[in-house]
């Protein structure tokens, strides 16, 4: 029977007839047009994360930036269920590694700890192969820490009054090592030259582990690493600090002077870690992430961190991140013109 037989079959044994029939025909397209609807259309996405998430550091295993990570990744992979792994990737001053994040899916599962040389890469390099401020989306700035000036325990050298004197009684031959150009132990090195009136050789390793390893073995003469790389071998007396970089003095090191009150007034030279993501990445992922290492930062693993290293525990926004980096940008550019520093 076709519709318009249907019609009038219906009008002729009444209305209330027809209208019940129509009912049984409204109820029943309700309820199989929305499965044939769902029949075509795309199944919902699944909550992120679903696979293994990466940080890439830039930097050689063992050192600061490593430990950071480390301890980070161990921290937010409870809180999103999944693992996360760290992917170490050194050389040409953190660009190799940058690199590969910049150039990752931005889905949320390439992540990269940055550092100092982040913002200072700009002003060494005439061009870079990414931009760090349009190929990265900023998750948050973990923590902020200061450097440590540490010598071999057999160096005549005992305090920042002697590596003043020893440096300007032979120009040029002190070597301190950094983790490459640009890096925060290389700049803290060559604030130190500039405010001390000195000249100190930099000598640029691919991470604070090797560069740490040459200074124990005699190779260097100082380094202004970060407090993460060497904490532990200053403790067991493998090293010997003679202040740090921070405007004044740690509760984590009372008994180490600012190098400013030892001998260099003014000087200050600070560390940083950042976590970041490909640009363009989902900004309900981003989100996460920072929820993520929101929590983290609050953790017995950091503040434990925070306590024995003298971090500085952040967990910001991601736009505080930006700010932040933004500052250190325009903090470094002088020193790195007047300084002449230039990628080899």
């Not at 998430?53 to 990744?73: L, S």
Request: charged share 20%; with cysteine.
């Amino acid at each position: 029977m076709t519709i318009g037989e249907i019609i009038n079959h219906d009008s002729a044994r009444g209305k209330g007839f027809a209208a019940r029939r129509w009912l049984k025909f409204a109820i029943l397209a309700c309820t199989v047009l929305p499965v044939v609807a769902g029949l075509g259309a795309a199944p919902a996405r699944a909550e992120y994360p679903e696979k293994i998430i990466r940080i890439v550091v830039p930097f050689a295993a063992g050192g600061g930036t490593d430990i950071i990570a480390r301890t980070t990744a161990q921290e937010i992979q409870t809180d999103l269920g999944k693992s996360v792994i760290i992917e170490n990737k050194p050389g040409a001053g953190t660009i190799i590694g940058s690199q590969t994040v910049a150039t990752s899916e931005p889905d949320g599962y390439s992540l990269l700890m940055a550092t100092f040389a982040h913002a200072v890469n700009p002003s060494l390099y005439k061009k870079l192969p990414f931009d760090p401020h349009k190929d990265f989306s900023a998750v948050s700035l973990i923590a902020r820490s200061f450097n440590i000036v540490v010598v071999n325990p057999a160096s005549k050298i005992n305090s920042i009054a002697d590596l003043i004197t020893e440096a300007k009684a032979n120009p040029g031959k002190l070597n301190f090592g950094t983790f490459g150009t640009g890096t925060s132990a290389h700049l803290a090195g060559e604030l130190f030259n500039a405010m001390a009136k000195v000249k100190m050789t930099a000598v640029p390793y691919k991470g604070a582990a090797p560069a740490i390893s040459d200074l124990l073995g005699g190779q260097i003469d100082v380094m202004f690493t970060t407090v993460a790389s060497a904490a532990s071998l200053v403790a067991a007396g493998q090293l010997r600090a003679l202040a740090v970089t921070s405007a004044e003095r740690s509760a984590a090191f009372p008994q180490l002077p600012a190098v400013a009150e030892a001998g260099v007034p003014g000087y200050a030279a600070e560390s940083w870690y950042g976590l970041y993501a490909p640009a363009k990445t989902p900004a309900p992922v981003i989100a996460r992430l920072n929820q993520a290492v929101a929590k983290a930062v609050q953790s017995g693993a950091f503040k434990q961190l925070e306590a024995n290293e003298g971090l500085i525990m952040v967990g910001s926004a991601p736009d505080e991140l930006d700010r932040y980096v933004q500052q250190e940008e325009e903090r470094w550019r002088k020193l790195v013109k007047d300084a002449n520093i230039e990628v080899q």
